[in-house]
Structure formats: C-alpha cells, structure tokens
C-alpha cells in the first residue's frame, strides 16, 4: 500500500490534511482501512436547546436523489477523487455566507479542505459579504447585482459584477481566519474577469506579478493562475480601457477534498437569477457536483406572486442546471418564516408547501427548513428569543449559524444512511481497492 496514502486517510479521519514525502512502513491492514474509509459523519452540529426547533425533523427527503454526490464524496474520503464541488444559490439570507460556512467548514473537517471557493470583493460593491473577506478599492467602481437588472453592467458569475469607468485602480482581497480561528490560503485562483490584461499580485510570501489576458468578449473563459507559494490574498488591476469583475475562486491546487462556493445576492429571486445569461455562462466553470437552492423569502414578498408562478421559476432554475450537469445533484432548501407589515408572513407557508409538493412529485431532496424551525407562527419565537434582526425580516448572526449547523446535520444523515444502505459488498471492495493502492 502507499504509504502517503495511508496519511492523507488518517490525517482526514481527525480533521486535517497533509501531503507530505514519509518513508514506507508496514502494510495497514484492509480492516483498518475499511474504518478509516466507511467512517460515519458526525451528526451533531447544531447543540442548542430553543423548543420551536425540532432536531428530529432535520432530515432530507428524497435523499435517493443524493445518492451520486453522496457517492463523490465516499470516493473522495477513499483518496480515488480529488475534489467534492457545492454551490449554494440563494438571497439575503445566505449572501453573508454563515449559513454556507457551517456546512463548508463541517464538510473540510472531515473530507478534507481544498480551499475558501467563490468570493468576491463585496465593500467594494458597497455592500454586506462574509465574515471571513475583506476588500478595499483605490477608486471607484461601478457595482452590478442580479436583483437590480438595470444597472448597466452585467452581473457574473457571484451575482455581481464591478465595471471600471476607467482602466486605473485596483481591488484588494483579503481572507480572515475561518471559524476554528486558522489563516485561511491558497495557491490556485480561477478568474472570473471581462476581455482584456489584468495585473495579479499575490499578498503574502509570493512576491511575484501574474499577467492575465482575457480574449473572450464577455469573459467566459476563466483565467487561473498557479502561485509560487501560498498567499491570503490578491491584488488585481485591471490594463482595459472599461474592465468588469465577476469573482475569483481561490484554491488549494494539490489538497484533496471539498471546495463550497457560496452565490448569495440581497433581494434576489429564482426568477432574477433565470434571466441573467452572464451568470449561466460562467456557473459551468465551477464544476459542481451538488447545487443547494436557497431562495424564496423575496418572493413570497412580490405583488402578484402565485404558488403556480413561483414553481414554475424554481422549475425554470432546475432545468436550467440539468442543462448544464444532468449529473450534478440538486437540494433544494424551503426559507425560514419571518414577518411582513408587523405579522407573520403567510405567503411564505404557502410558498413552501408548494414547492414541497413539487419536490416530492419530482423526486428532488428537499431540506425543510420552515418546518424544522417551527412552521407557521414561529417567527414569533425566533422574535421573543432575539434571534431576528429589526426589521424581522433577516436573522441574527446566531440564528443563521443554527440554521447553517442544522443543514450540515441534515446533508451527514443522509451521507451515514447512504453508507448504511448501500451494499456492504461494494463498499467492502472500495475499501479493499484503496488499500492495494
């Protein structure tokens, strides 16, 4: 058996990975192989105690439909893939990405971290972003988003874009440390930019500038650029006459395991995000394996939204992704309750019980997030016990990281029965093939 091998399945089994050159040992047994590669995934994110929530409920029906991407990640955790992608869609709630870091973080613990994903300078764009990104600007730049569809500018691949009147300045991006507190890096940045030469220089022990130049007239082609060294950030500055910037995707070219790209645009709708062509042109470029669709709180907010209208847009969204991967796995995530004109929304019950029915009738797993965190009238509990913001639209910090901690538990039942239901014969011989790697 190879012996690197032998360390990346043991270091992934306590939450860490490392590649290093080690002197051959003796050959580990297929039994104990077999437990580092079949080894459950912990179900126990979410630890608190509010009444309203019912853990017992935080499962994912048709989670058959899971079944390829729970697969991907078994191979990955086997050492017989690379990388695992997700991309998460949705609005307001998961822009800050909170959410999204809770499933991302308990997902790189256990199959390994291949880096940060998707960002995008958001204090540029004068607005909300991640915890864990900052950016700056030495001019001005003209901010584009989905669910503004006249501004001028397009909007790409994060759901934003920034277009440069004129060709001087640059853009700053910096990452902060994740949730357990460890500099986050990388060494591998895909480009998402408009036509023309871009200047790119690494912050940290890379000092050296990366030129780019972008031919396709819409920016279609992602630029990616392979560090000398690691870095925590990027300066990018742009030599067009009117550049535009979509996003980068920063990774960790040689590390096995699961890359989560976070979309996110405040006020968007499934029906903003159809319409926007620039988006469907670039998302392709992400290679996702699983797509989590986070919507619905705008729409049920919309003057003439029907539940016949409102399927018919998430449907439009399925396919649009089934055109893209037939392969890629889709969950599809019900919104939270909260208020509007001082009371609870009903709108949104309605919403979601609609789209329940059109998940089951298409056999796509749905997480139910409504339902686990109270149902209709619960947004007066998430009120009384402050885990709503003022406007009582949006949650608290707290609130988001619960939610994002009960998604992550929901995604592992479904990957720890899907290793309980599949045959032991084959999971015994991928077991086996890993060890006579």
Not at 324 to 331: G, K, M, N, Q, Y
Request: proline share 4%.
């Amino acid at each position: 058996m190879n012996y690197i091998l032998f360390l990346y399945l043991l270091s992934i089994s306590a939450g860490a990975i490392e590649t290093a050159n080690q002197p051959r040992a003796n050959k580990i047994s297929t039994t104990t192989i077999h437990n580092l590669v079949l080894k459950r995934l912990p179900t126990q994110r979410y630890n608190e105690s509010f009444n309203f929530i019912n853990p017992a409920k935080d499962t994912i029906t048709n989670v058959e439909g899971l079944s390829s991407f729970y697969q991907k990640l078994l191979a990955l955790r086997a050492g017989q893939r690379h990388r695992v992608n997700i991309v998460q869609i949705g609005d307001s709630h998961i822009q800050p990405d909170i959410i999204s870091r809770e499933v991302r973080a308990g997902l790189q613990d256990f199959f390994g971290d291949a880096g940060r994903g998707l960002v995008f300078p958001y204090q540029v764009a004068r607005t909300n972003g991640p915890l864990d990104i900052t950016s700056s600007t030495s001019t001005r730049w003209l901010p584009s988003k989905i669910s503004h569809q006249r501004t001028p500018a397009a909007s790409g691949i994060s759901g934003f874009g920034l277009r440069k009147i004129h060709s001087q300045g640059l853009i700053r991006l910096s990452l902060k440390p994740d949730l357990q507190a460890k500099q986050q890096s990388f060494d591998y940045i895909k480009l998402f930019v408009s036509q023309g030469s871009w200047n790119i220089r690494a912050i940290g022990k890379d000092a050296n500038t990366y030129t780019i130049d972008q031919s396709t007239p819409e920016g279609l082609e992602t630029k990616e650029i392979l560090l000398k060294d690691f870095a925590t950030g990027f300066n990018i500055s742009p030599l067009a006459s009117t550049p535009s910037f979509f996003g980068a995707s920063l990774e960790k070219r040689n590390n096995p395991g699961v890359l989560f790209h976070t979309i996110g645009v405040n006020g968007a709708r499934y029906e903003q995000y159809n319409k926007e062509p620039l988006f469907w042109k670039q998302l392709p470029a992400l290679n996702a394996d699983l797509y989590i669709l986070s919507m619905g709180t705008n729409e049920a907010f919309y003057n003439g939204m029907t539940e016949e209208i409102y399927i018919n847009q998430v449907a439009e969204t399925v396919a649009k992704i089934q055109t893209i991967d037939p392969r890629a796995s889709i969950l599809i995530t019900t919104t939270a309750e909260s208020f509007k004109n001082g009371r609870s929304n009903p709108m949104i019950e309605r919403l979601n019980l609609a789209l329940k029915f059109y998940c089951n009738k298409m056999g796509i797993p749905l997480w139910d997030l409504f339902d686990i965190t109270g149902g209709a009238g619960s947004s007066l509990a998430w009120l009384k016990n402050n885990l709503l913001q003022a406007d009582k639209i949006h949650y608290q910090q707290k609130a988001y990281s619960m939610q994002g901690a009960l998604l992550f538990d929901a995604m592992a039942k479904g990957y720890n029965e899907y290793l309980s239901t599949a045959s032991e014969p084959s999971l015994s011989k991928l077991a086996t093939k890993t060890a006579d790697r």
